[in-house]
C-alpha cells in the first residue's frame, strides 16, 4: 500500500521550473538591521513585500561609514530634532555676529567720545574730517606703542583733511584772497585763504591740519616715494645718475628705487607755513607760532640770514596787532623803549615781548651779541616794570569760619559738573586771551621767564673774558628766581605743569652754565681777585629793577669755593628730582613737586 501511494504521487507532474542560478556579479550584501532605509518602503529589485525581518538584501552602493553615519542621524526618528538643531545653530550663529559687530560699533564710539573729551576736535567738522583729525594724531604720538611714527601715514592724512577743509563740504566760507594781499611768494604759489567768517573751533582746528602738515614736509624733506610700488625711501639709496654712490637698502626692503620712478614724498614745509602767514583770520598767537617753526626751519637747512628776517617779520606781526605802536619799539635795532611802562605811554603786550625775545636769541646764536644784549635787557625791564595785577585764588577768598563749608561745596559742585558733564559736547579749546592785551605781571615776584632772559644775558656777558664777573652775577641770580619759583614749601604760587617744566630747565641750565664759570673763574690767573670783588653787577644797576637785591637775598658764599659747594648740593638735588620722578611716573603718576 506503500509503495502504491509513492507511485501515485511520482506520477505527478513537477509544475515549478527550476530557478537558474544567480549569475550576478556583485557580491552577497547583508542589509544592516540598524538603519532604517527607504528600503523598507519601496522595493527596488522584486515585487514581493519587504518586511524588517525577512527583507532581501539591498543591490545598491555600498555607503561609505561617513554616510552610514549621516544616514543613520537623518533617519525618520530623529528628522525633526536634527531640523531644530540646524535652525538653533543658525538663529544663534546670526546673533552672535550681531552682537560682535555692535559691541565693535560701541567699542568704536567709546574711543572716539574719550579721544573727544581729552583733546576734542570741531564741532563744524563732517564726521569723517573729524576722524582723519584723530587718526593723524594718533599716530603722531605713537600711542600704538611701536616706538617710531610713521611719518608718511601722518602726512597722508593730515594732508586729506585739509583737502577736505579746503576744497570738500568744511570749506563751506572759505575765501580765496584777493591778489595775495599783494605778497609774491617765490616756490611756494598761491597764498592762503580767508578764514574770518569761520568760528574759532573752526580756525584752531584748520591752524592744527596746517601746522601737522608743515610738520609731516620737515621729516620728509630728504625722502623719496617710489611711484611704481608707493613706499617712501631716503632719497639716499636713489639708484640713478644723479646718485653714484647710493647707500645700499637692507635686502629685506627690496630692490632700490630707480632715479626715473622717484618723486618728492610731500610738498615742502613752506608751502604750508605761508598758509598762515598769508592766510586771513588768524591770530596773532598762531601766526607767531608759524613765524617760530619756519624760522627754526630755515635755521636748520643753513639760512640764518634768511630765518633772521622771518623773525623780523614775527616782531612787525606782533606789533602790528597793538592799537597805539609809535614809540615802543625801536625800528632799526628791535629795542624796547624805555618809555613803555611810563605813564600815558604805550604798553607792550606778551606776544611783542615774546617776538623781541625770540628774534634777540637768534641774534646772539649767529654771533651778533651786540645787538641781541640790549634786546634781551629792553626785555627784561619791560617785564620787571610791568603793571602788577594779583589775581584773587579760592584759597584767599576763603575766611577762617567758612573754610570747611566752602570745601565741601566746592567738592559738590565738581562733582555735579562731572555728571553733568557726561552729557555735554565738550568744545574745542580755544585761548581765552589772543597776547595781544597790555602785559601785566601776576605776582611782585621774578617769574621764569625773567630767570631765562637772565641767563640769555649771563651767557652772552661771559663770552668776554673782561666781563666774566658780571655773567656769573647774572646766572647766580636766575639760578636763584628758578629754585625759588619751584620751592613751592616758602609760599611760593603753585605753578601750570608748562611753566615748572620750563623752571627746571632754566634750573638745570642755571647750574651748568654756573660750574662752568667758577671753574673757569678758578682757572684764571686772577680768581681770587675776582672772588674779592663778589658779585657785583656791573654797568646796568639790574639790581634796581627787583627791589636794590634781586628781589630775593640768596644768602649764597661770595667765595668760588662757596658757590662750588652750592652748585653740588644743587646738582645732587636736581639728579634726587629726576630719579623721583622717573619712579613716580613708572607707577602711573604724574608730575612731582621741587624738592627745595
Given at each position: 500500500?506503500?509503495?502504491?501511494?509513492?507511485?501515485?504521487?511520482?506520477?505527478?507532474?513537477?509544475?515549478?521550473?527550476?530557478?537558474?542560478?544567480?549569475?550576478?556579479?556583485?557580491?552577497?550584501?547583508?542589509?544592516?538591521?540598524?538603519?532604517?532605509?527607504?528600503?523598507?518602503?519601496?522595493?527596488?529589485?522584486?515585487?514581493?513585500?519587504?518586511?524588517?525581518?525577512?527583507?532581501?538584501?539591498?543591490?545598491?552602493?555600498?555607503?561609505?561609514?561617513?554616510?552610514?553615519?549621516?544616514?543613520?542621524?537623518?533617519?525618520?526618528?530623529?528628522?525633526?530634532?536634527?531640523?531644530?538643531?540646524?535652525?538653533?545653530?543658525?538663529?544663534?550663529?546670526?546673533?552672535?555676529?550681531?552682537?560682535?559687530?555692535?559691541?565693535?560699533?560701541?567699542?568704536?564710539?567709546?574711543?572716539?567720545?574719550?579721544?573727544?573729551?581729552?583733546?576734542?576736535?570741531?564741532?563744524?567738522?563732517?564726521?569723517?574730517?573729524?576722524?582723519?583729525?584723530?587718526?593723524?594724531?594718533?599716530?603722531?604720538?605713537?600711542r600704538a606703542g611701536t616706538g617710531r611714527v610713521d611719518w608718511a601715514k601722518v602726512a597722508s592724512t593730515y594732508l586729506a583733511a585739509l583737502v577736505r577743509l579746503e576744497e570738500g563740504k568744511d570749506a563751506r566760507g572759505v575765501a580765496e584772497l584777493v591778489d595775495g594781499e599783494g605778497i609774491s611768494i617765490a616756490d611756494v604759489g598761491r597764498a592762503g585763504y580767508d578764514i574770518t567768517g569761520k568760528s574759532e573751533q573752526w580756525r584752531a582746528g584748520y591752524f592744527e591740519v596746517l601746522m601737522g602738515c608743515a610738520e609731516a614736509a620737515e621729516q620728509l624733506h630728504d625722502m623719496v616715494v617710489d611711484k611704481s610700488r608707493g613706499l617712501v625711501y631716503p632719497g639716499e639709496v636713489v639708484v640713478g645718475p644723479s646718485h653714484p654712490?647710493?647707500?645700499?637698502?637692507?635686502s629685506y626692503l627690496g630692490n632700490p628705487p630707480r632715479e626715473e620712478d622717484v618723486a618728492p614724498a610731500f610738498e615742502a614745509p613752506e608751502v604750508f607755513y605761508m598758509r598762515v602767514l598769508t592766510g586771513r583770520g588768524f591770530s596773532t598767537q598762531q601766526r607767531l607760532?608759524?613765524?617760530?617753526?619756519?624760522?627754526?626751519?630755515?635755521?636748520?637747512?643753513?639760512?640764518?640770514?634768511?630765518?633772521?628776517?622771518?623773525?623780523?617779520?614775527?616782531?612787525?606781526?606782533?606789533?602790528?596787532?597793538?592799537?597805539?605802536?609809535?614809540?615802543?619799539?625801536?625800528?632799526?635795532?628791535?629795542?624796547?623803549?624805555?618809555?613803555?611802562?611810563?605813564?600815558?605811554?604805550?604798553?607792550?603786550?606778551p606776544n611783542l615781548l615774546s617776538a623781541t625775545k625770540a628774534l634777540a636769541v637768534h641774534r646772539a646764536r649767529t654771533g651778533d651779541e651786540s645787538s641781541a644784549l640790549p634786546m634781551l635787557l629792553s626785555i627784561l625791564r619791560a617785564r620787571s616794570t610791568a603793571p602788577l595785577v594779583i589775581e584773587s585764588s579760592p584759597r584767599n577768598a576763603l575766611t577762617d569760619g567758612k573754610t570747611t563749608n566752602a570745601s565741601e561745596s566746592a567738592g559738590l559742585d565738581a562733582l555735579s559738573q562731572s555728571i553733568v558733564g557726561l552729557f555735554q559736547t565738550r568744545l574745542m579749546a580755544v585761548p581765552s586771551q589772543t597776547g595781544d592785551e597790555p602785559f601785566t605781571r601776576p605776582s611782585a615776584e621774578p617769574s621764569c621767564e625773567e630767570s631765562e632772559l637772565m641767563l640769555y644775558i649771563g651767557e652772552i656777558l661771559s663770552?668776554?673774558?673782561?666781563?666774566?664777573?658780571?655773567?656769573?652775577?647774572?646766572?647766580?641770580?636766575?639760578?636763584?628766581?628758578?629754585?625759588?619759583?619751584?620751592?613751592?614749601?616758602?609760599g611760593a604760587r603753585p605753578l601750570p605743569e608748562a611753566e615748572r617744566i620750563k623752571c627746571r630747565a632754566c634750573l638745570s641750565t642755571g647750574v651748568a652754565n654756573w660750574e662752568t664759570m667758577l671753574q673757569q673763574r678758578m682757572a684764571s690767573s686772577d680768581g681770587a681777585s675776582e672772588s674779592a670783588r663778589g658779585t657785583s653787577a656791573g654797568w646796568l644797576d639790574w639790581r634796581s629793577w627787583f627791589g636794590g637785591s634781586g628781589g630775593r637775598n640768596d644768602g649764597y658764599e661770595d667765595s668760588t669755593v662757596g658757590q662750588l659747594r652750592h652748585v653740588a648740593e644743587l646738582k645732587m638735588r636736581l639728579a634726587k628730582q629726576k630719579v623721583d620722578e622717573d619712579l613716580y611716573r613708572s607707577r602711573g603718576g604724574g608730575g612731582i613737586v621741587w624738592i627745595g
Open positions: 500500500m506503500f509503495s502504491r501511494r509513492l507511485l501515485r504521487l511520482s506520477r505527478i507532474p513537477n509544475l515549478r521550473r527550476p530557478r537558474p542560478p544567480n549569475l550576478s556579479s556583485s557580491p552577497f550584501k547583508s542589509r544592516l538591521f540598524t538603519q532604517n532605509s527607504q528600503l523598507l518602503l519601496v522595493a527596488r529589485h522584486t515585487p514581493r513585500p519587504q518586511l524588517p525581518y525577512l527583507a532581501q538584501p539591498s543591490f545598491a552602493r555600498r555607503a561609505s561609514p561617513f554616510d552610514q553615519h549621516v544616514l543613520r542621524l537623518l533617519s525618520t526618528e530623529n528628522r525633526v530634532y536634527v531640523k531644530d538643531q540646524l535652525w538653533l545653530a543658525a538663529r544663534w550663529t546670526a546673533i552672535g555676529w550681531t552682537v560682535l559687530v555692535l559691541t565693535g560699533i560701541a567699542y568704536f564710539g567709546w574711543q572716539i567720545e574719550t579721544d573727544e573729551r581729552s583733546r576734542p576736535t570741531p564741532a563744524e567738522w563732517s564726521f569723517f574730517t573729524r576722524n582723519l583729525l584723530r587718526g593723524a594724531r594718533f599716530d603722531r604720538e605713537d654712490d647710493p647707500r645700499p637698502l637692507p607760532d608759524a613765524v617760530w617753526r619756519y624760522a627754526n626751519w630755515l635755521e636748520l637747512q643753513g639760512t640764518p640770514q634768511t630765518a633772521g628776517e622771518v623773525y623780523k617779520w614775527g616782531v612787525d606781526i606782533a606789533l602790528a596787532a597793538l592799537p597805539l605802536q609809535d614809540g615802543i619799539i625801536d625800528k632799526m635795532t628791535s629795542v624796547l623803549s624805555a618809555r613803555t611802562s611810563d605813564a600815558g605811554a604805550a604798553v607792550v603786550s663770552a668776554g673774558s673782561s666781563a666774566s664777573s658780571e655773567g656769573l652775577a647774572w646766572t647766580r641770580q636766575a639760578v636763584t628766581i628758578a629754585e625759588a619759583a619751584l620751592d613751592t614749601k616758602q
